[in-house]
């Protein structure tokens, strides 16, 4: 392999991938030549993205979809391939928050909006793309992202920590059951990271002044930090890694 972190000719899925994690990582794929693909609900978001997106060239492309819905996924994941011609890597990145609501007021309703998007979407995405790779032949990358939540314990945030710790045991298994077929299947543990998720929480007087000091790298960390090990994860440089969970925190979890 003479640069196993060329990404050219590959193509690439992000969904929630345009602002924060996404945008970040969809940036680094499309830096290294990848064409790539984002996805989101908002119409107004996706354009923003995609003028980011525009100077590393014309292969980028944004559709709407709610990855919680199977009919969309499916039809979003049809898209890129009509679009592009195939699908090498897939990063199912699109979540929610669970809002801050107290355990004991927490509704089935608010546990089910919390897991059909960020469970249940990872499982559509995830197994959409891979059928494409299984039937293409030729490998592919599947990437999920979870959270530190997985870790440290996240007060008034039990849905959000249960669907991301899905994340971790599912993913685990599609390493196993897909390797024959030569996917690799990884997850991405993110700690404190800007993104419209976590605006507010890290502008929070209190909460900054208890846990910026326990970030060992002095900051936030930002959508950019993700964009080189969403290369590496999509390159051929780790076609033989997989079934791992990559912490990127800036040393939150283990200080």
């Known amino acids: 392999m003479s640069n196993p972190f060329d990404l050219t000719g590959k193509v690439a899925l992000v969904t929630g991938g345009n602002s924060g994690i996404g945008l970040g990582m969809a940036e680094g794929l499309a830096a290294a030549g990848a064409a790539v693909a984002i996805c989101g ?13 525009a100077p590393h060239g014309p292969d980028v492309a944004a559709w709407c979809c709610d990855v919680g819905d199977e009919t969309e996924v499916e039809g979003l994941v049809a898209a890129v391939i009509e679009r592009f011609g195939h699908l090498d890597a897939c990063f199912a990145n699109a979540g929610v928050s669970a809002g801050g609501t107290p355990f004991l007021e927490t509704t089935l309703e608010d546990w089910h909006r919390v897991l059909r998007v960020n469970l249940d979407g990872v499982f559509l995405t995830l197994r959409a793309a891979a059928r494409h790779m299984v ?42 059951e897909l390797a024959r077929h030569g996917i690799t299947a990884n997850t991405l543990v993110p700690g404190w990271i800007e993104s419209d998720l976590t605006h507010a ?55």
């Open 135 to 176: 039937e293409r032949g030729q490998g592919g990358r599947l990437v999920a992202t979870s959270s530190s939540a997985t870790i440290m314990g996240q007060a008034r945030g039990e849905p959000y920590a249960a669907s991301k710790g899905g994340i971790l045991a599912m993913v685990k298994a599609l390493a196993v």
């Open 201 to 255: 929480t890290l502008r929070w007087d209190r909460f900054v002044a208890r846990v910026l000091p326990r970030v060992p790298m002095g900051r936030w960390g930002e959508g950019d930090d993700l964009g080189g090990i969403a290369v590496y994860l999509a390159s051929d440089a780790s076609r033989y890694h997989t079934g791992d969970s990559i912490v990127i925190d800036g040393g939150y979890t283990i200080f």
């Open 41 to 53: 609900t908002k119409p107004e978001k996706n354009a923003r993205a995609l003028e980011r997106l």
